[in-house]
């Protein structure tokens, strides 16, 4: 090798890892070594005044790059230094590896690579991506270990991202120094796999075994795992630590291999950037250790403007085509995606040349598809396909089907061949830009975007039978419909909307064109009957993903089927994450004229509001026709929102319509929603519309001021306010002021619940409220607030002087067996109307039991008890027992679950069971009672003065027993098993 005049930075690296007495060794062993291989040694007098970097350079321009390192490394075991022997081989393999990966991520590229405009967007990293992924492994948290999250929508480019990653590490420009070896894992081709382990992961992208796995996880810190698609594999990350790994060499399924990886039971000390769709980013937060959460936008805007001016020719129709694709908001998402936007801009450009209306191709992204699809397969001239490209188009629409339901996304000759595709047709696929090549070896295909694959897979139910189809695993049309809507298959992102969405007529009409015949025409009353059916099902667990309803009806485009199928709508819950949703939503909901109940999620602030005209903006006219139809709907009596971040305009749109008194919401209800800004006018709603009886503020945090504007307009003689739920708020003492002034005013609120906020310090003062004359309260819910025994006379003063309270809720705060010995002094006088008393989890012992048995046996009007989670135990039953069959008591429904019971009370219950008049329903559930002890309870259920209607009982305690309660006992209806 030439010598060079540039000094070898690595050898100089190592050379500083040499002591002083090291180094003076180097240089008397370089003298001799030189020597005894013939080289032309390097003047004495020049060595021996060389710093490291000046060797270095001597060594490098003297001999030459490579056989100075040589050279070196020959000479450090010499110095008892092999250990720089084995870094650098360490380092060789590293480097071997990263050549491995670019030379194999480039060739991917290429592959893509018809879709690249000269001076647009190539596989390099962009300035601002480039430090914003620098910037994420950057410590948050000491000594902790790094977890990024990139949320991404579906299909929107989160695999060509990341292979821009790896392709900047593999070159040296990011996370040269972090990290020496960088894993991609593609959850979609994992979970193929049955059984792995992570270091058969690891295995699968690495060229040899020259540095062996135990070397590379010895430094797992320098260790990058890139986990893509995670949605793929439904990782839900709950499995229970027993069936974790905490070996990388044990095997397990895909699904407890990566779990172990990402819960950091195997390889703690590595680094994980994961892409991932947002449906539920939460989930995964919360079972993530200190995860670093980022939105990935990898095409902005801007960037699809300057490919659609490159892309034609004309700048003029370059704009006016990118203004009809800017108006639809669905298809200007999917050009998000470079590979999209060229597909868009070939079939927009091919459309003006055929004298088209862009206009009409615009309106639905199905139509811009099918506008691409009938280009590829009709020849120049010709008004359409011939015979030999309609059955091609219909076999590649056959191997579509077949990969959507046996989620492949790669297909090898067999598959090909299985549906219709000959060895002499690849070729034609490849030209027409449908397929690609996997690989350069191999005949392997896939389609250029896993979005056409859909396309085509939805064209295939209008085109054939799946009766007729030579795969099995293809179902029909009533297997396919309930799979999309209800996200059975987190790939099936755009199926069904393309499936309808080729259900309008202007595509109807092409799909003649291009094929002479197809089914769409008899095919959609029965789609629109299977749908109906799915939207009419009450079980949450089984209904349907309403954004995914919004988005099909959108592209059909038709306000008959829209009405038709949405008329019966009675409830809804979608969350609004991206533009397209709002765009979906206001179109669907102006349909949905039955509709109950309404659950909404805006976890972003809107962008416009920040704008000089933020009313004109797009997005804020849509959240307006969304909320528009809190007043043109007279049924509508819920409404919730959710998860939200709520701006000043958005909620100004949103109180402009719940306080029309045309609104007939009665019940609205808020969870973690942050308000940014000032909340009066959201106030202000409950003094305007008569309608509204309840309010619900779930952790939502409310500070001082607003819990003022609040209570005034609770103080309003118009507020029609009964029920206030504020749990979670973050409200304390200073609060309870506010509230006890509005209590004392108030002549219509029955319901309060303050449940998880610090009010011990404010009892007293909310208690003298409660005790007016004038106070209507009924309910009373303070569960979670760090009360104790403290409290609790003053708690007692307001059962003896509040008649109207009927309900008192004190569970999880630890009163103990003296806090509830004062309030049963209050409960045994005859003046306490109090129905239902709740004290779960109290820190209740047998001897607070005896002081509630003596409530029992004197009270006539207590109807309710529930004291489950307190270590009542045995002996606390018993105390009960003998009060529930006094003939004063008169206790409907008993709850003591968890309580530490074991069998030996099961007669006690029993007794109680077959001899009470007055209870109804008994909760045994969580105990240990044993298979006797709940066939004994059984046993009493059967007897003849018995008039028990529920008794719940643990499957867990029964064992075995359960086949034999259910085949014998003579009451099924009255035992619940849980």
């Not at 593999?170 to 991609?184: A, Q, V």
């Not at 009806?553 to 038709?558: A, D, G, P, R, T």
């Not at 045994?924 to 059967?942: D, I």
Request: glycine fraction near 4%; charged fraction near 25%.
């Amino acid at each position: 090798m030439a010598a060079s005049s540039i000094p070898d930075f690595r050898l100089t690296c190592f050379l500083d890892e040499l002591k002083k007495n090291e180094f003076l060794q180097f240089k008397q062993q370089l003298k001799q070594e030189t020597v005894q291989r013939g080289l032309q040694p390097i003047p004495w007098a020049q060595v021996k005044k060389a710093k490291r970097q000046d060797l270095a350079s001597l060594m490098t321009q003297r001999y030459g790059e490579q056989p100075a390192w040589d050279l070196a490394l020959c000479i450090f075991p010499k110095i008892h230094r092999k250990d720089l022997c084995d870094k650098a081989s360490r380092e060789s393999a590293a480097n071997a590896y990263r050549a491995h990966i670019q030379k194999k991520l480039i060739s991917m590229w290429s592959r893509g690579a018809f879709t690249a405009i000269p001076g647009c967007f190539d596989q390099t990293l962009t300035r601002e991506e480039h430090e914003s992924l620098e910037e994420y492994f950057t410590p948050r948290v000491p000594r902790r270990p790094h977890t990024v999250v990139l949320r991404a929508l579906p299909r929107m480019g989160k695999t060509r991202f990341l292979m821009k990653v790896m392709l900047a590490w593999s070159d040296g420009t990011l996370y040269r120094d972090k990290f020496s070896f960088i894993f991609y894992l593609c959850c979609r081709e994992l979970k193929q796999l049955r059984v792995t382990s992570l270091a058969g992961l690891m295995s699968r992208e690495r060229p040899d075994d020259s540095v062996p796995l135990a070397d590379i996880v010895a430094q797992p810190e320098r260790i990058l795992f890139i986990i893509d698609s995670l949605e793929e594999l439904q990782c839900t990350l709950t499995e229970p630590e027993s069936e974790l790994c905490r070996d990388w060499r044990e095997e397990r399924s895909v699904k407890t291999v990566l779990s172990s990886l990402l819960r950091r039971r195997i390889l703690p000390e590595s680094a994980l950037l994961l892409a991932a769709m947002p449906m539920r980013p939460e989930a995964l937060e919360s079972k993530l250790d200190h995860p670093n959460m980022q939105d990935l936008k990898c095409f902005q805007d801007s960037h699809v403007k300057q490919y659609f001016c490159c892309s034609f020719e004309d700048r003029g129709r370059a704009l006016a085509a990118f203004s009809l694709v800017r108006n639809n908001e669905h298809l200007f998402t999917m050009c998000h995606v470079p590979l999209l936007c060229w597909m868009v801009c070939t079939s927009l450009k091919q459309e003006m040349e055929r004298g088209r209306d862009l206009a009409a191709t615009c309106c639905r992204s199905t139509s811009v598809f099918l506008s691409f699809m009938f280009q590829a397969f009709t020849p120049k001239g010709a008004p359409h396909p011939s015979q030999q490209g309609q059955g091609l188009l219909k076999a590649l629409c056959s191997l579509a089907a077949e990969g959507m339901w046996t989620d492949t996304w790669v297909f090898g000759e067999e598959e090909l061949r299985r549906n219709g595709i000959a060895d002499t047709d690849t070729p034609t696929l490849l030209d027409l830009r449908l397929l690609r090549k996997y690989s350069e070896s191999g005949s392997s295909c896939s389609f250029i975007h896993m979005c056409m694959q859909e396309f085509c897979a939805a064209m295939y139910y209008l085109l054939d039978s799946p009766r007729d189809h030579p795969s099995r695993a293809v179902r029909p049309i009533e297997a396919l419909l309930p799979t999309y809507f209800r996200k059975d298959r987190a790939s099936w992102v755009f199926l069904g909307c393309f499936l309808f969405g080729l259900l309008h007529e202007s595509e109807q009409q092409r799909l003649d064109a291009l094929l002479g015949m197809q089914r769409s025409r008899e095919l959609a009353p029965q789609l629109l009957g299977c749908l109906r059916s799915l939207v009419e099902i009450k079980d949450p667990e089984d209904q349907v993903e309403f954004l995914l309803l919004f988005y099909a009806l959108f592209e059909v485009q038709s306000d008959a089927f829209a009405s038709h199928l949405m008329s019966s709508l009675r409830e809804a819950h979608f969350p609004l994450r991206e533009r397209p949703d709002l765009a979906v939503a206001a179109y669907c909901l102006k349909y949905c004229s039955s509709l109950r109940e309404l659950t909404v999620s805006v976890p972003e602030i809107f962008p416009e509001e920040r704008g000089p005209d933020p009313m004109s903006s797009r997005t804020l006219l849509w959240w307006r026709q969304i909320c528009s139809v809190l007043t043109a709907n007279e049924h509508l009596q819920k409404l919730r929102v959710v998860d939200s971040v709520l701006g000043k305009w958005t909620l100004l749109i949103l109180c402009c319509e719940l306080r029309q008194s045309t609104c007939p919401v009665q019940r609205l209800k808020t969870r973690k929603v942050c308000f940014s800004c000032e909340t009066g006018i959201f106030f202000e709603v409950f003094t305007s519309n008569p309608n509204l009886q309840h309010l619900s503020m779930t952790s939502t945090r409310l500070p001082h001021d607003e819990v003022l504007l609040l209570c005034r307009a609770l103080s309003n003689p118009v507020c029609n306010l009964q029920e206030l739920l504020l749990k979670d708020s973050g409200l304390s003492a200073a609060e309870c002021t506010a509230l006890a002034s509005m209590l004392a005013t108030n002549r219509k609120l029955t319901l309060l619940d303050l449940s998880d906020n610090k009010l011990a310090e404010g009892v007293s003062t909310l208690c003298a409220a409660l005790r007016h004359p004038d106070c209507t309260l009924q309910t009373l819910v303070m569960a979670g607030c760090q009360i104790c025994e403290h409290c609790c006379p003053h708690l007692s003063e307001v059962l003896l002087s509040n008649a109207n309270l009927s309900h008192l809720d004190l569970s999880r705060n630890a009163l103990m067996d003296e806090g509830v010995a004062q309030l049963c002094e209050a409960l045994r006088q005859p003046t306490c109307s109090l129905q239902t008393l709740c004290l779960q989890r109290c820190d209740i012992t047998p001897r607070g039991c005896r002081d509630l048995a003596s409530v029992l046996a004197s009270n006539l009007n207590l109807r309710i008890l529930k004291i489950g989670g307190n270590n009542i135990g045995d002996a606390g039953v018993r105390l009960l027992s003998k009060a529930l069959l006094h003939p004063h008591c008169g206790l409907k429904e008993l709850s003591l679950d968890s309580c530490q019971l074991t069998r030996a009370c099961c007669e006690d219950l029993a007794s109680v069971i077959a001899h009470s008049q007055s209870l109804h329903e008994l909760d045994v559930t969580r105990n240990a009672l044993s298979p006797g002890g709940v066939m004994l309870l059984c046993e009493a259920v059967r007897g003849p003065k018995c008039v028990l209607h529920k008794l719940r009982v643990s499957k867990t305690a029964l064992g075995s027993s359960w086949q034999v309660l259910k085949a014998e006992t003579m009451s099924p209806g009255v035992i619940s098993v849980d």
